[in-house]
């Protein structure tokens, strides 16, 4: 992923998460049915993706685990993915 579809990426996930803080509506609905309430906001989903949405809580939190690599990675690879990623 190039680091503009990152900013991209980055920019609609925050105007989802805006709406939600402040629309309980849209936040029921993306809880509920995540592709409707993505299409309201003209965000495209793939065919074939589905999505999940889920609420961190106090004391409830996810931590999403993204694909495996097809390839192999080195300890230096995997260290410098993860610094992106957390960058």
């Known amino acids: ?51 999940k949405v889920v609420e961190n809580a106090d004391r409830h939190l996810h931590l999403v685990l993204p694909p495996k690599p097809a390839s192999q990675l080195s300890v230096d690879e995997a260290d410098r993915l993860s610094a992106d990623r957390a960058g």
Do not use: R, Y
Request: hydrophobic share 50%; aromatic share 4%; glycine share 6%.
């Open 1 to 51: 992923m190039s680091n503009n579809e990152q900013d991209d990426a980055m920019s609609v996930h925050g105007m989802i998460i805006a709406k939600a803080w402040s629309d309980p509506v849209f936040k029921a609905k993306l809880l509920s049915d995540p592709h409707a309430a993505l299409e309201e906001l003209g965000v495209a989903v793939a065919a074939g993706k589905t999505v």
